[in-house]
Each structure stands twice: as structure tokens, then as C-alpha cells.
């Protein structure tokens, strides 16, 4: 059965996988309400966990370094608590298969913003040439299909993980039908900002630093 997390540790891991987010990004990411949200994050802070941050009369939130030791201790202890160890197990196997899907899908998303020239040597992609986004975009669709298993199997575990694929669908398919932005756009909406999500959800609960040599870092 599906283990359901504990709000708090949603919402302190919201902030950790957006890297900063405001009130109502942090909220939405995690999935509780707004205002039980608004009230962790101040509860967070009190803490020491989290700290807001302004800069040109936009702000977010963004771990501490305490805040990321705590995330990891409680995503280890969530994983702990399942005393037939199946989730821990799910969560390292995710890894291993998202390992070569995540090449995949980052070689198409450079190859969507760059493209070899007449004389050979990479330029930026202008997008004029159907064929070669339509090659990316079927190469983006490819790495989604690939890593629907492994997200039904992370969230038959742990429920945090659901609606990773709806999201990806959602900016695969506003791509297909013309907004360039959501193939490798900045922000949560592309498909590569999504994808970046879940790498980072997939590290962080499996306990595996980023580069750090272990398949799918």
C-alpha cells in the first residue's frame, strides 16, 4: 500500500526538489492546502530549516544546509519505517532504470537547442527544421513512456512520487503543439524542469548525492 508522508516533510522536501519557491509554488508542489502549508514554512523557518529570500521584488524559499540534513533524515526514516524493506528497494531499483532514460532525455533536450550547421559545427537550433524537433520531440516522448514504470512503481510506495507522469504528459503535449518553452524552458512546466524534479526527488530519497559515481546521479 501506498505510504501517504507527513505534511511537514512534504513541504520541507518541496522546497529542497523546487530548489526556491514561493508560498503558493511550495504548496502546490508538495500538496498541502495553502494555508497549512504557509504555516510549516514559517515553522520551518523558526527552525532554522528554510529562509525566504528577495531579490529584484521577487522572493522563495530555499533550504539551510540544516534544512537539507533534516530532509535527508526524515526521507530516511520514511523509508526506514517499512519494516519489509520493499520501499527502499523500489526507490534504489528507480535509480538504477532512470539511469540511462536521464541521458536520453537530456541529449534531446540539447539537441533541441542546438543542432549542427551546414559546416558541421553545432549552432543554435532555430527551429525552421521540422523533421530534426520532430526527431527531439518523439526522442522526449520515448524517455516519458520509459520512465512511466518506474514512477508507477515509486508511487505504489510512496505517494509523493504520483503525478510526475501527468505533468510530464502535460508538457510534452503543450510542446507538440508549438510552445518550444516547454521542452527545456526554465521553470517547472517543461518537460526538462519536471524531469529535474524527479532526478533530484529520486536522489535525495534514495540518499545518493548528486555526481557522486552511483548509476543515475
Known amino acids: 500500500m501506498s505510504r501517504a508522508s507527513e505534511p ?10 523546487l530548489g526556491t519557491g514561493d508560498d503558493d509554488a511550495v504548496a502546490e508542489r508538495s500538496g498541502v492546502v495553502a494555508a ?3 504555516e510549516l514554512l514559517l515553522d520551518l ?3 532554522g530549516h528554510v529562509t525566504w529570500a528577495e531579490f529584484a521584488g521577487a522572493g522563495g524559499w530555499s533550504l539551510t544546509e540544516r534544512g537539507r540534513g533534516e530532509d535527508e533524515r526524515r526521507l ?5 519505517a517499512d519494516p519489509t524493506g520493499r520501499a527502499a528497494a523500489v526507490v534504489h531499483d528507480a535509480l538504477t532504470a532512470f539511469a540511462p532514460l536521464n541521458d536520453r532525455l537530456l541529449r534531446a ?32 516522448a520515448a524517455a516519458v ?19 510526475y507522469d501527468r505533468r510530464l504528459d502535460d508538457a510534452l503535449a503543450a510542446a507538440r503543439a508549438g510552445d518550444g518553452a516547454r521542452v ?3 521553470g517547472a512546466t517543461s ?22 559515481g552511483v548509476p543515475g546521479s
Not at 520509459?146 to 514512477?151: D, E, F, I, Q, T
Not at 526538462?192 to 540518499?207: F, I, N, P, Q, Y
Open 8 to 17: 511537514e516533510l512534504l513541504v520541507l522536501h518541496a522546497v529542497r526538489v
Open 109 to 140: 533536450c540539447t539537441d533541441w537547442q542546438l543542432r549542427p550547421a551546414d559546416d558541421g559545427r553545432l549552432g543554435v537550433n532555430d527551429h525552421r527544421d521540422a523533421s530534426w524537433d520532430g526527431r527531439v520531440l518523439d526522442e522526449l
Open 191 to 212: 518537460v526538462h524542469g519536471v524531469w529535474m524534479e524527479l532526478h533530484e526527488d529520486l536522489l535525495a530519497t534514495a540518499g545518493v548525492p548528486r555526481g557522486s
Open 36 to 38: 497549512v502549508a504557509r
Open 145 to 163: 513512456d520509459g520512465v512511466r514504470p518506474v514512477l508507477a512503481a515509486l508511487a505504489g510506495e510512496l505517494a509523493r512520487f504520483a503525478g
Open 45 to 47: 523557518e523558526a527552525s
Open 76 to 80: 530516511a526514516a520514511e523509508l526506514a
Open 184 to 186: 527545456a524552458g526554465v
